[in-house]
């Protein structure tokens, strides 16, 4: 991206202000809205607020917030970049220590907080925007320059301690533009309930600045309250991750609410099973359905797929101005349907571990950015993920994947949620571990009679489990760690 076209955020909500001040940006339901007029005023007023607060540019500003403050985060995002210091947003779903984790890891100057939440004594000084009081809502800039870093988003931390991603400003505005077309332009709001402080939270506030229709969300994700939003605004495109799909279609919400509004469905976060994307393409019958596959890490490079039934597995190809490689055990490009490393290279600036040099350069490499994920390309350049590169079960002389054995699981009636990891094995080294959350009654016994001609013998799940529900962080995944700890400590067992 040409340093001519950059146009860092702060600028894009600028000039939305002037063209739409009145215009809705956000709204959060039950709560209420604001406009680009009054987002951009009050983000120029809490900016001169932390410079008169004596913050400097370069310093981080943790930004701690529930999802009933959206609008409130929202200022403080921009008015922590117009002040030329570097956001780190988190979410109040997150446990005490995380918090603490994230803050002391960026070494923040100050945090800014929500009403109702409750931030560490560490970090500088903490407000509230009311605490900050009024300020002088005059526009500021203050060292926004394309390579400056902007953002520090910690990733979900689902296998080990959550590390801080660092993104520049010319990373997070890649692909927007002074007046371009209005993407999203086939309704009046897209929905979401993503938690803030998720890469998934973020493009959504992107979306905001540089879609035509106002960004609308809930406090909490309900599948009643969320479909129901469908039908009162008329939504027209809906994201959400697999978590929420799987909780829309087992709370049958299509059979009781009109969901014929909705064009376009995205999924991110993980790639839907396809007796999901099947589900929901039932359940929204106008709707194209796609699947974007990408990583806090490697963002804005992403590959999407529109579900296609000859293809229920493939997670796409790279979008425009982005590449996608696979890359075998030597260092070499993979043949055509050889598994390997999956590659994918930023069309913007790359992102990089914040103050982990090492690490960096172990996940990014001249513009590239490893995944952690096992997979291969058709002939036709699409990609079909095998598992995440720690998930995959070496058992005794095979390899089995997750991604798989939960495909399969979810291919039963019953089965409204499954996970699968490896477990220890004293001879085969690990063995697959299944829980499974059912929607109706069944039991270990007939789970496994379903699966005999789904998978190979060293597929089957050694244990199922049976559970109320799985152990999930903020934004809905599974916690594998967790997981392991409850199939350890439990039996297989029939439903109760």
Known sequence: MGVDLWLPLPDLLAGRAREQSDSPAIVVADVGEISFGDWDRRANATAHALIERGLSPGDRVGLLFGERDWIDYAVAWCAVLRAGCVAVPLSDRLAPAEVRHALLDCSVAAVLHGADAAPPEVGGWRSTLA??????????????????????????????????????????????????????????????????GTNA?????????????????LPLFTPGRFARLIVTYRVGTVFLVPAMAIQLLNAEVHERYDLSSVRLLGSTAASLPPAVAAGMAKAFPKATIVNYYTSTEAAPAQ???????????????????????????????????????????????????????????????????????????????????????SDVIKSGAHKVST????????????????????????????????????????????????????????????????????PKNHLGKVVKQRLLDLLDQADSSPAP
């Open 403 to 470: 991604l798989q054995v939960e495909a399969a699981l979810y291919e039963h009636p019953a089965v409204a949620e499954a996970a699968v990891v490896g477990l220890p094995h004293p001879v085969l080294g690990r063995v697959t571990g299944a829980a499974v959350v059912a929607r109706h009654p069944v039991t270990a016994t007939d789970l496994r009679t379903f699966l005999l001609d789904r998978l190979a013998g060293h597929e089957m799940p050694s244990r199922l489990l049976l559970v109320p529900e799985l």
């Open 131 to 196: 605490e900050l009081g009024p300020g002088d809502d005059n526009p500021v800039r203050r060292r926004i320059t394309p390579e400056r870093l902007a953002q520090i988003i910690y990733t979900s931390g689902t296998t080990g301690r959550a590390k801080g991603v660092g993104a520049t400003h010319a990373n997070l505005a890649y692909g927007t533009a002074a007046n371009p077309r209005r993407k999203l332009s086939h309704s009046r709001h897209f929905l979401h309930a993503f938690p803030i």
């Open 303 to 389: 590959t999407v797929m529109v579900v296609d039934p000859a293809r229920p597995t493939s997670v796409g190809r790279p979008t425009a101005g982005g590449d996608l490689r696979i890359v075998t055990a030597g260092g070499g490009s993979a043949a055509t349907g050889e598994t390997g490393e999956v590659w994918l290279r930023s069309p913007a600036g790359t992102r990089a571990y914040y103050g982990d040099r090492r690490l960096t350069d172990h996940i990014f490499r001249d513009g590239w950015v490893r995944m952690g994920d096992l997979g291969y390309l058709d002939r036709d350049g699409y990609l079909y993920l095998v598992d995440r590169e």
């Open 201 to 217: 939270g973020q493009t959504m506030l992107v979306n905001a600045l540089d879609s035509r229709p106002a960004a609308l969300t």
